[in-house]
C-alpha cells in the first residue's frame, strides 16, 4: 500500500532521462516536472522511514547513481520526506523558495563536493609531545612520585592541553594551506568522535577532483601514519545545498 511520494532530489530543468534506478523498499524511481525543476521520487511504502543504515544508504544511493549517469547539479533532500501530492509542493517549497533554489542550481552548477575527516591517536600525539617539548618532559620527570597539590596539577594539565592544542591547530592549518586554495567554498563541520579532530567539506570545480584528491594523498604522506584520513571523493552535495533562512 502507497504512503504518497518519498523525494530524493531536485534537479535543473530538463533533468535526467532514461534513469533506471532502484529506490527505498525497492520501488523504481520517477521523475516529475514542476516549473522549471524536476523532482526524484519513488512511491513511499511506509508512513515513515526510520533513520536506519540500509535506508540512509538507500536514499544515498539513489542520488550516487543519478549523478554518476551524468546528471550532476543535483539538489539532495533531506532524508525521510513523503508527501501527498505535487500541490503541496508547489505551494510549500516551488512558491516560496523557488529563486533560492535556482540561486543554489548556479552556485552548484559544475563543482561536486568532497569530504576530508581527520583522526588522530591522542595517546600516541601526547607521547610524541613529551619526547618532542623538553620543558614539558622536564617539569613531568621532576614531579614523578611526588604528591602534587590541586594547584600543580591544574597547572600541569593545562600547560599539557595547551600544547596538544596548538599541534592539532598545526595539523588543521597544513591541511586549509594545501585544500581551501583549490575550493570554491569550504564548510568546516564539527568532529563526529574523541579521534577526530577536523570534519570539512569542499566545493570544488568538478573536473577538478583528481588533481585534489592528489594534494590529499601528499599530505597523507607528508604526515606519514600520523592520521587516519578519510576522504570521500563522490557524494551528493549536502553541505552546499542548504536554502538560507528567511
Known amino acids: 500500500m502507497a504512503h504518497g511520494l518519498y523525494l530524493y532530489g531536485i534537479f535543473p530543468s530538463p533533468g535526467p532521462v532514461g534513469l533506471d534506478l532502484e529506490g527505498l523498499d525497492k520501488q523504481p524511481v520517477h521523475t516529475h516536472s514542476l516549473d522549471d525543476f524536476i523532482f526524484l521520487?519513488?512511491?513511499?511504502?511506509?508512513?515513515?522511514?526510520?533513520?536506519?543504515?540500509?535506508?540512509?544508504?538507500?536514499?544515498?544511493?539513489?542520488?550516487?547513481?543519478?549523478?554518476?549517469?551524468?546528471?550532476?547539479?543535483?539538489?539532495?533532500?533531506?532524508?525521510?520526506?513523503?508527501?501527498?501530492?505535487?500541490?503541496?509542493?508547489?505551494?510549500?517549497?516551488?512558491?516560496?523558495?523557488?529563486?533560492?533554489?535556482?540561486?543554489?542550481?548556479?552556485?552548484?552548477?559544475?563543482?561536486?563536493?568532497?569530504?576530508?575527516?581527520?583522526?588522530?591517536?591522542?595517546?600516541?600525539?601526547?607521547?610524541?609531545?613529551?619526547?618532542?617539548?623538553?620543558?614539558?618532559?622536564?617539569?613531568?620527570?621532576r614531579l614523578e612520585g611526588k604528591t602534587l597539590s590541586m594547584d600543580e596539577i591544574v597547572r600541569i594539565g593545562q600547560s599539557i592541553e595547551h600544547a596538544m592544542t596548538a599541534r592539532k591547530q598545526a595539523i588543521i592549518d597544513t591541511f586549509r594551506d594545501m585544500l581551501n586554495p583549490h575550493a570554491a567554498e569550504v564548510i568546516e563541520n564539527?568532529?563526529?568522535?574523541?579521534?577526530?579532530?577536523?570534519?570539512?567539506?569542499?566545493?570544488?570545480?568538478?573536473?577538478?577532483?583528481?588533481?585534489?584528491?592528489?594534494?590529499?594523498?601528499?599530505?597523507?604522506?607528508?604526515?606519514?601514519?600520523?592520521?587516519?584520513?578519510?576522504?570521500?571523493?563522490?557524494t551528493a552535495p549536502y553541505n552546499f545545498a542548504q536554502l538560507a533562512e528567511e
Not at 559544475?110 to 591522542?122: H, S
Not at 570544488?204 to 607528508?222: C, H, M, N, R, S
Open 190 to 234: 564539527d568532529p563526529l568522535t574523541e579521534a577526530m579532530i577536523y570534519n570539512a567539506a569542499y566545493l570544488i570545480p568538478w573536473d577538478d577532483e583528481p588533481a585534489f584528491g592528489q594534494q590529499v594523498e601528499q599530505l597523507d604522506a607528508q604526515f606519514d601514519g600520523r592520521l587516519t584520513i578519510r576522504y570521500n571523493n563522490f
Open 41 to 141: 521520487y519513488s512511491a513511499a511504502q511506509q508512513e515513515r522511514y526510520l533513520s536506519s543504515r540500509k535506508n540512509l544508504l538507500g536514499h544515498e544511493r539513489v542520488l550516487e547513481q543519478a549523478m554518476e549517469q551524468g546528471y550532476r547539479t543535483l539538489l539532495p533532500l533531506q532524508f525521510g520526506l513523503i508527501i501527498e501530492d505535487w500541490g503541496t509542493v508547489k505551494d510549500q517549497l516551488i512558491a516560496p523558495k523557488g529563486n533560492a533554489l535556482r540561486q543554489l542550481f548556479g552556485r552548484l552548477d559544475g563543482r561536486r563536493e568532497v569530504g576530508v575527516k581527520l583522526m588522530w591517536d591522542a595517546e600516541v600525539e601526547l607521547e610524541t609531545l613529551m619526547q618532542e617539548n623538553d620543558l614539558l618532559r622536564a617539569e613531568r620527570d
